[in-house]
Nanobody, 117 residues
Framework: QAQLVESGGGSVQAGGSLSLSCEASGFTFSSYCISWFRQGPGQQREKIAA???????IYVGPTRGRFTIGRVNNKNTAYLHMYRLKTDDTAMYYC???????????RGQGTLVVVSS
């Protein structure tokens, strides 16, 4: 059964850093683009970053320049490294695997990030 499990969320002060992980199982991880999304309280879901099968990153939105996406295929894991966090970054973060970037053939349950001032 295909599964994505996010981890690494937590509470951090503004200006701090966190690294999220997205561990996959049950499908051929290397064949999929991995995307990260977030949804803050009372907000719509937002695209953050994606990394293609050939390791090309895509960044969108206000996190560009502060967040870095990566993947290690032999560990079936993708990462989102978040720096200079702001209170506006408070959200549930989740990863997805798709045949194309931003597609959600599979999606994890999410990990909560809370940034306090």
């Amino acid at each position: 059964q295909a599964q994505l499990v996010e981890s690494g969320g937590g509470s951090v002060q503004a200006g701090g850093s966190l690294s999220l992980s997205c561990e996959a199982s049950g499908f051929t991880f290397s064949s999929y683009c991995i995307s990260w999304f977030r949804q803050g309280p009372g907000q719509q879901r937002e695209k953050i970053a994606a990394i293609s099968r050939d390791d090309s990153p895509i960044y969108v939105g206000p996190t560009r320049g502060r967040f870095t996406i990566g993947r290690v295929n032999n560990k079936n894991t993708a990462y989102l490294h978040m720096y200079r966090l702001k209170t506006d970054d408070t959200a549930m973060y989740y990863c997805a695997a798709g045949s194309g970037c931003w597609a959600e053939d599979y999606r994890g349950q999410g990990t909560l990030v809370v940034v306090s001032s």
